[in-house]
């Protein structure tokens, strides 16, 4: 497949091809040379008008006066819109506020009085005088709220005062460059139906016709490997998939299993051996292998994992075909989608409910009569939209949510470097 990168293209361009090595069922590292903060890694050519090769970081606030949200086509995603309305509400209600220092020092809370809380009473925009009271306590759980500074209990700590000397245009910047990462999402009428994964909140949401539908959780990658901001095409899903253990793996990992364990532990955990990593590969014996070759990375052999409710790719693999090795699947571990932290997986995206995604794209959920893998094709490719939000719309105003990939702040710099100014805006 030709892929269109958005950034670092021609450093990466140069490199070997990715997919020339055998990579197994695990994503690979993105190149050091993208660097993500408001970009896609790279935009399926089919997938162009998303974004064009030149396109770079701009402040888009600039360009959206007297811009309307309405149904026409081409026009910015409605997620855009309303980033804009909240970033309008946010200047309105927080941006006018005296955005005085506050001097750190104890925790601030109800009953407390003094100098700082003066000045914090001032900085929230009630009269000095009043000590730490009840109005006190209500201005500071809504601002704690808004800014996404858990839990919203009132109570003034270092977070609260750090988030507080950051200030109103601090903040501003933010909601600017999610309004970025919207405008990367497609134009209204562009596609029927599509997807859109936010591992900034570890969540999938599912389109029609640019209208929400439904939506689930998902587990995204970690900070360390994190799930990279680009358009893909869901072309197909492998019902009861194989897992393909990484050549790494099977040298630093499998292969010294075996050696300890002998050929059982390959029984035991559902494994068969493959002579190579072609399409037509035979099945060998395993005993026949010489695993100290290939714990010292002297072998090209495959080994992979047997369909079944062990096998990590759970009963369904969604492929969205690029050199990173991104794809949706179902998983075993329902239990995880419980939890709070879902930056866990390695890149790929672990669906709360596959049944669900599934049934949106294939109208039913795709069966396999086999027990083995099977490919079913979607009769057209369906859009997949990775992006990275770290602002949620709340009513006409925002919420803010923590940054777990740490890419706002080189976000800021790429959209609002020296000599670059926000502007109001104005819907």
């Known amino acids: 497949m030709t892929i269109r990168f958005l950034l670092g293209a021609l450093a990466l361009s140069m490199a070997p091809p990715l997919h020339a090595r055998p990579q197994g069922d695990e994503p690979i590292a993105v190149p050091q040379t993208i660097k993500q903060g408001v970009d896609f890694v790279y935009v399926d050519p089919e997938l162009s008008s998303v974004a064009s090769r030149s396109q770079r970081p701009t402040n888009w606030l600039l360009r959206t006066v007297g811009l309307q949200r309405d ?8 997620i855009f819109f309303d980033f804009a309305e909240g970033l309008q509400q946010y200047q309105a209600s927080w941006g006018r506020l005296p955005q005085i220092k506050m001097p750190a020092g104890a925790t601030l809370k109800p009953g407390s009085t003094g100098k700082r809380v003066e000045l914090l009473r001032t900085r929230l925009g009630l009269p000095a005088a009043g000590g730490f009271d009840a109005r006190l306590t209500e201005a500071v759980r809504a601002y704690q709220l808004v800014h996404g500074l858990g839990p919203a209990d009132g109570v003034v700590g270092r977070v609260t005062i750090a988030s507080l000397n950051r200030g109103a245009n601090y903040y501003t910047r933010k909601i600017a460059v999610n309004m970025e990462r919207a405008h990367r999402l497609p134009k209204t009428g562009r596609f029927g139906r599509y997807a859109i994964v936010d591992s900034g909140a570890a969540e999938v949401y599912l389109f029609n016709r640019d209208s929400w539908v439904d939506g689930m959780r998902a587990i995204v990658g970690s900070p360390k490997t994190k799930t990279p901001m680009m358009a893909v095409l869901l072309k197909n ?13 099977i040298q630093s990992l499998t292969a010294k299993r075996v050696l300890n364990d002998g050929v059982s532990y390959l029984n035991n955990f559902h494994y068969e051996v493959l002579a190579d990593w072609s399409p037509g590969a035979q099945l060998i014996d395993p005993k026949k292998v010489d695993w100290r070759r290939v714990a010292a990375g002297k072998s090209n052999i495959r080994v992979r994992q047997l369909p079944g409710p062990w096998n ?43 049944k669900r995604f599934a049934s949106w794209f294939f109208g039913g959920v795709p069966q396999g009569r086999s027990g083995k893998e099977e490919v079913v094709s979607l009769q057209e490719p369906v859009p997949v939209f990775m992006t990275y939000m770290t602002v949620t719309a709340r009513g006409n105003g925002v919420q803010f949510r923590p940054d777990p990939y740490q890419l706002d702040d080189r976000a800021i710099e790429q959209m609002f470097g020296p000599g670059r100014q926000l502007a109001a805006v104005s819907l």
């Open 312 to 354: 990590s790719m759970g009963e369904m693999k969604f492929e969205t075909p690029n050199d990173f090795g991104i794809y949706l699947h179902d998983t075993p571990r329902k239990d995880l989608f419980k939890a709070t932290d879902r930056w866990i997986s390695n890149g790929c995206v672990r669906l709360e409910d596959y």
């Open 71 to 78: 149904r026409r086509a081409n026009m910015p995603h409605p």
């Open 237 to 249: 899903a492998r019902v009861d998939p194989y897992w393909n253990v990484p050549p790494e793996l």
